[in-house]
């Protein structure tokens, strides 16, 4: 490991000392994934070339970009939405505190889907961001404006993109449904959602608060576990983080059972991975399914064991997890009113306003897209006295539900619910392995043409809500393209495979990834 | 004098309209043909009215549409510099000026009726100041609003407003226009000099009791928990004159980004209230968000407890009526902001010092039957609340506000439809909203529909209009609105252990009832009343409540309370002479001179001292009361002792016989006329006598032994 992480600083110093910024001015105007760049610190710049200065933080001379709903004191915090178009928060979030405390340059803010609501970042007053994935080294030689342009992904397109594109080292994004698994998926780079709880929200623009989680992209699993690191402790400035106690039985529950850390000669259990059988639907698409198996093939080769598994509530979890999140959605963007900050539009004269909401629904029209608009309206409904009974309170049954699923396939005890001493049994599974998405990444909607909005778009995110409404740590690695029967060459496009663990296995999750990037590589 | 005779017109007129049946319009005439001659006399109006016993002497502020005479001049002086006393100056400030003022102002050579004082002077000035403008009740302080700074604003805001104060007997005397007004200012002035009376006299008169109607009224008090931080931000909790705008956060404003995160001073004040009302605290309790868009309410929304209260089952006894009234949950909530309309401009202001303050609301069950009972209710709920240190229930300033649910019904029927009547901000005014009430849904029920059929009470929330004295239409059922409660994702269970309610438990202060308890076994064989009691219990009640539950407030800190001012002074000493040192004299020494009670003036080792000296005869009672009467109008420096200062004042009793037997002589010598009355048996005379001593030892002389020393001189000669 000590040899990987000096080989990688040394990548790191080579790659993106000198001009850090200068593959973001490069790429930027063809992938739309940065909204604002940043200057570099004065600092930075003198001490570029020193390379022989040790170095003194976890982080110095990486680069970070933060996806645009973290807000951010020196840089402009839209959220992709009209409504916060010139709004610059009046603090760093906590996680951008932490990463700049650890000596990261932060190098600009990325594009997103509107508030985070969406799966293909085309929701978005910046534009929509551009795959910017290159399938064959001929296609390098055609000009951007004729390769064929397909959809980062939702909603941390523009975080998935910088990366991808090689604009920046990591990226911060967030995650309430699969936003950064599904565009790390389409973009074919590392993208982390961890545990429920473990990373900070405070200075993160609410989507929908029981789902919202920070986490990580990067090109490799080794990167995102860097900042991840820095990341995972507790703040006292945010209710949901877990104290520092439940942190600690969590490691020292890894510590002592995890199969990876086990002398290889002890008659210890192996890495028992878990295949939900849900999880290949028919939606699937052919060349998603051939790949996952491949690599499954190859963590078998090195003699993990693979267990198919029941996740019955699965099917059920993609509605309850809309009827949420709009309904928490419609809770937490109802401070959008043009009052304190953020747009205003003034009502035209002979306007009605003999009621507040008059006057705020010129604003809320103006400010918020079609897409907000619409989550806003469904989580209304869900929430009125008629509603509440059958969509809210079902979907938290459902929650439940599929949150037992988990509990019962996993070895490793759900530390959120057992109260009394946690243990690990010798039956179930560490870890989930599953295809990210049903497909790679769509086509992306020609300037002008309105994209048909369909009960697709909301499908993406089949794969990645259970662990979600679970609040379950969950990793994108990317995986080879099985193209040998499909001649098609369009197919190359990335496909990844998510690696699911139990609440607080997030060490676990990484160090199969690890195993199953080095499976890959061997059987590949 | 013109005036003389106005007024007896005006009395007759106006006071007395019943008997002489003349209406206002008829009086006005009747003034005005009898006063032609003398434009510049005065309409004077004589208010009677009724106060119970123990009422506070009514009083208020008022402004008058026109203004009838130049107002007695306020001399305005504030302590400020740079930017703030060129605005003060602006802003019509008599004197303005630094510390530098401080000596004028000791010596006396600089006077004013109102002092005012920057916060960034306070410290400065307070050391000097403090017990001289102290005691004169005119120290700036910020709990008054004189410590500000918006001083502009507070100038203001008392600019053209004048008091006025009923006498002892509760009667108002004022006048209120001069003959030349047109008819319609007169009007208009008493009319509203009428509303600012009626408002702080509660046009206090009660209905009967009511036999064929039961009503009946589950109250839901608000109270502002005494907190020196919000509920969910760390913001500062705003005082009632604060800037607007100046104690919010971005929590509060409502910023993306922003979470909530729970005071614990707030949800143990709240555990407090929840024991001391006997409540089941329950071990996990949730915060759910009530949907609303309102420009006070800047996120959307208010967390509250809709689905799982913080406490349950409790019971408050009502101390005087003995009626046992339940509670039925109590739950923590945010305050709104304020908006206020400017007509002016037609825009609204909003101020956000006041959002996210945690607030307490407790629900009762309808057990309460008449306006009396939810009196009562509400007024041992205030003192409970203060004495816990959770509230300082202070309903004019928003601390306590009540919602009121009014139900009639005949006796054994089941209850009526209920009409809620929201935010009633003080005690008289719930009274008056509830009767009001009552009347308005009983002549409901007994009048019919086009049919022939009774009609029915229609459900509405109802708000209570402070000017026309009665209730009015806010909405109807139908307009209700859907609040689209929401379990707040943010804040989870909140999770309360036996540990944390004993810990809570062991710290509790004492409820009102068990300290009147506990001081009635003290003191009671002594012979302390429960009046005495009821008398100390009410000068506490003005008492600043500290923050966060602590023991001693900021503004307090020199001062003990009324009932630890006795208990201290008690100690080793009669309890009944205590009591009525404090009551008879000191309260009246500080009620002379307008100053309300504190136990700075004359400090418990002090008064314990003056008490001594006086029961060992070293001084008499009328020595004592001049001594009291001294210290309270002349502080003297701390540590000074009592015997040295009544030695100075040379108020000690003379202790050698000699002297005496001396002064008994001169006495016989300087009127033989009267001794000789008093030997030939009229023993009345002596009393002439013994005024003689007592003027000649300026009143040091005891009466008793004087009486008999001079009878044993007089029976010798």
């Known amino acids: 490991m000590r040899v990987a992480a000096a080989h990688h600083v040394r990548r790191c110093l080579s790659t993106s000392t000198f001009n850090p910024r200068s593959a973001i001015y490069e790429k930027n105007a063809s992938v739309n994934a940065f909204v604002h760049i940043h200057d570099p610190p004065p600092s930075l710049e003198g001490q570029a070339l020193e390379t022989t200065t040790p170095i003194a933080k976890p982080l110095q001379w990486t680069t970070v970009a933060v996806k645009d709903n973290i807000c951010t004191s020196d840089m402009p915090t839209t959220c992709s939405s009209a409504m916060l178009e010139n709004f610059t928060s009046p603090f760093d979030a906590t996680v951008v505190k932490l990463l700049k405390n650890a000596g990261a340059d932060i190098v600009g803010k990325t594009n997103c889907d509107e508030f985070g609501m969406g799966s293909m970042n085309t929701h978005s007053i910046h534009g929509p961001v551009v795959n910017p994935f290159q399938t064959s080294p001929s296609v390098k030689s055609t000009s951007w404006r004729n390769r064929e342009k397909r959809v980062a992904g939702g909603s941390s397109g523009g975080s998935a993109a910088a990366v991808a594109a090689d604009m920046c080292d990591i990226t911060l994004a967030t995650d309430t449904g699969g936003s950064i698994r599904l565009p790390a998926s389409y973009c074919g780079v590392v993208g982390l959602k961890p545990s429920y709880g473990l990373i900070s929200r405070y200075g993160v623009v609410s989507y929908a608060d029981s789902l919202d989680c920070v986490g990580l992209m990067a090109r490799s699993i080794f990167q995102a576990r860097r900042a991840f690191d820095i990341l995972d402790v507790p703040d006292p400035e945010d209710p949901t983080s877990v104290s520092k106690h439940m942190r600690e039985s969590a490691s020292r529950l890894l510590r002592d059972s995890s199969p990876l850390n086990q002398s290889s000669t002890s008659e210890q259990p192996k890495l028992r991975v878990g295949v939900p059988q849900e999880y290949f639907a028919q939606e699937l698409s052919p060349v998603v399914q051939k790949s996952v198996r491949k690599a499954l093939k190859a963590l078998q080769n090195l003699g993990v064991q693979i267990v198919p598994v029941s996740l019955p509530s699965t099917s059920y979890a993609l509605s309850a997890y809309y009827v949420l999140a709009s309904a928490e959605a419609s809770s937490n963007l109802a401070r959008y009113d043009g009052i304190e900050y953020g747009l205003r539009a003034t009502p035209p004269p002979g306007s009605d306003l003999t009621k507040t909401s008059n006057v705020y629904s010129h604003t809320r029209t103006q400010g918020f897209g079609d897409e907000v608009r619409k989550r806003i309206l469904l989580g209304t409904y869900s929430l009125t006295a008629d509603a509440f009974d059958n969509y809210f309170l079902q979907a938290q049954k459902v929650r439940q539900l599929v949150r037992n699923d988990f509990d019962s396939v996993f070895r490793w005890p759900n530390l959120r619910v057992s109260t009394c001493k946690p243990t690990v049994s010798m039956e179930g599974v560490d870890v989930l392995i599953h295809p990210s998405a049903i497909r790679t990444a769509p086509r992306l909607p020609s300037m002008g043409q309105n994209s048909v909005e369909s009960l697709d778009t909301y499908l993406q995110d089949v794969l990645t809500v259970p662990a979600s409404l679970a609040g379950l740590p969950a990793l994108n690695v990317p995986v080879p393209v099985e193209t040998e029967d499909d001649p098609d060459e369009a197919e190359e496009w990335p496909i990844g495979i998510s690696i699911v663990g139990q609440w607080g296995c997030d060490r676990l999750v990484m160090d199969v990834g690890i195993i199953a990037e080095a499976a890959m590589a061997v059987g590949g | ?717």
């Open chain 2, 1 to 717: 004098m013109a005036a003389k005779a106005k007024r007896r017109a005006a009395k007759a007129a106006l006071a007395e309209a019943k008997v002489e049946k003349l209406s206002l319009m008829d009086a006005i005439s009747v003034l005005r043909a009898v006063e032609v001659t003398a434009p510049s006399a005065m309409y004077e109006l004589y208010i009677k009215t009724e106060m119970g016993n123990g009422v506070a002497v009514p009083k208020g502020r008022f402004k008058l549409p026109r203004e009838a005479k130049a107002q007695a001049e306020d001399k305005i002086l504030v302590f400020a510099e740079g930017r703030q006393a060129e605005e003060a100056k602006k802003a019509g400030a008599h004197i303005v000026g630094g510390p530098e003022l401080i000596d004028g102002i000791l010596n006396n050579r600089i006077r004013a009726t109102t002092y005012l004082s920057t916060p960034a002077l306070i410290r400065a000035i307070t050391p000097r100041l403090g017990r001289f403008l102290g005691p004169q009740g005119l120290m700036p302080s910020e709990r008054r609003g004189t410590v500000t700074d918006d001083i502009a604003g507070y100038l203001e805001r008392i600019q053209g407003t004048s008091e006025w104060k009923a006498d002892k007997k509760g009667n108002i005397h004022m006048p209120i226009a001069s003959m030349h007004f047109s008819v319609e200012d007169v009007v208009k002035n008493f009319r509203h000099f009428m509303i600012s009376v009626k408002k702080s006299t509660g046009n206090s008169k009660e209905t009967q009791s009511r036999k064929s109607k039961d009503a009946n009224k589950p109250v839901a008090p608000i109270s502002k928990i005494k907190s020196r931080q919000k509920l969910f931000s760390r913001a500062p909790t705003a005082l009632l004159n604060d800037v607007p705008n100046s104690r919010h956060n971005a929590f509060d404003a409502a910023f993306p980004g922003t979470l909530p995160k729970l005071n614990p001073k707030c949800l143990e004040l709240a555990i407090r209230a929840a024991l001391a009302l006997n409540c089941t605290i329950k071990q996990r309790s949730t915060f759910d968000r009530k949907h609303y868009f309102y420009s006070d309410q800047p996120v959307g929304y208010q967390i509250t407890q809709q689905y799982s209260p913080l406490a349950q089952n409790g019971t408050l006894t009502l101390p005087k009526l003995g009626i046992p009234v339940r509670i039925k949950q109590i739950q923590l909530e945010q305050d709104t902001g304020k908006s206020l309309f400017d007509h002016r401009t037609r825009s609204s202001l909003i101020d956000l010092n006041r959002a996210g303050t945690g607030l307490l609301e407790i629900v009762t069950e309808p057990d309460l039957r008449s306006s009396e009972e939810a009196a009562e209710y509400v007024r041992s709920l205030q003192s409970l609340l203060r004495s816990m240190g959770v509230s300082d229930g202070n309903m004019e300033a928003g601390s306590l506000r009540c919602d009121i649910n009014v139900s009639v019904n005949r006796p054994g029927e089941p209850f009526g439809t209920r009409c809620e009547i929201k935010n009633v901000n003080s005690v008289r005014f719930m009274v008056a909203a509830i009767q009001h009430e009552i009347e308005r849904q009983k002549a409901v029920l007994s009048s019919q529909d086009a049919t022939g059929s009774p009609r029915k009470v229609a459900q509405e929330t109802r708000g209570f209009d402070e000017d026309r004295w009665e209730t009015y239409t806010i909405r109807s059922k139908e307009d209700a609105p859907d609040y689209r409660y929401m379990p707040d994702p943010n804040l989870g269970t909140l999770i309360i252990n036996e540990t944390r309610i004993e810990n809570v438990r062991k710290n509790l202060p004492s409820t009102p009832e068990a300290t009147r308890q506990r001081l009635l076994d003290t003191y009671g064989p002594s012979g302390v009343t429960d009046a005495n009691i009821d008398t100390l219990f009410g000068l506490d009640s003005a008492r600043d409540v500290p923050f966060d539950g602590e023991t001693i407030s900021p503004d307090d800190a020199d001062s003990i309370s009324a009932v630890a001012y006795f208990e201290t002074i008690s100690n080793g000493r009669d309890p009944r002479e205590v009591i009525n040192w404090i009551t008879q004299n000191l309260l009246g020494l500080l009620a002379a001179s307008g100053r309300p009670f504190s136990s700075q003036y004359v400090s418990a080792p002090q008064m314990g001292v003056l008490i001594d000296l006086v029961s060992d005869n070293s001084m008499t009672r009328s020595s004592a009361r001049l001594l009291l009467r001294h210290i309270i109008n002349n502080p003297p420096p701390i540590n000074t002792s009592i015997q040295d200062l009544a030695r100075q004042l040379d108020l000690l009793s003379e202790s050698s016989g000699v002297s005496d037997d001396d002064v008994y002589r001169r006495a016989v010598e300087a009127l033989p006329a009267e001794v000789a009355a008093i030997r030939s048996g009229n023993k009345n005379v002596l009393n002439k006598v013994i005024g003689w001593v007592m003027r000649e030892t300026k009143g040091k002389a005891d009466v008793q032994k004087t009486r008999k020393r001079l009878e044993e001189v007089i029976s010798k000669m």
